[in-house]
């Protein structure tokens, strides 16, 4: 795959590429001590978004801080991956 260097791009040298490897099938995931991180394995992914629908309506994780599970704090979650 070849991809033109977002620098080369914004420094006006258009000839620069870069050759990356086949990421076909390679999935990358950041870890993350972030609070949105609500099953704590590291990584804000569709789990926490599980989990934070899963507890609609209760008091914990409510990550706006408003006492109450709700669809912000679902978004938040959403935001952060």
């Known amino acids: 795959m070849f991809v033109e260097c977002?620098?080369?791009?914004l420094s006006?040298?258009?000839?620069?590429?870069?050759?990356?490897?086949?990421l076909d099938d390679d999935i990358y995931l950041k870890r993350t001590t972030?609070?949105?991180d609500?099953?704590?394995?590291g990584i804000v992914n569709i789990?926490?978004?599980v989990a934070v629908a899963n507890a609609l309506g209760k008091d914990n994780p409510d990550l706006k801080g408003d006492g109450i599970v709700n669809i912000l704090d679902l978004v938040l979650v959403a935001n952060a991956f």
Do not use: E, F
Request: hydrophobic share 40%; glycine share 4%; net charge negative.
């Open 6 to 9: 977002v620098d080369a791009i």
């Open 47 to 49: 789990l926490d978004l």
């Open 38 to 41: 609500v099953n704590r394995d």
């Open 34 to 36: 972030d609070k949105h």
């Open 12 to 22: 006006g040298l258009h000839n620069t590429l870069h050759i990356l490897s086949d």
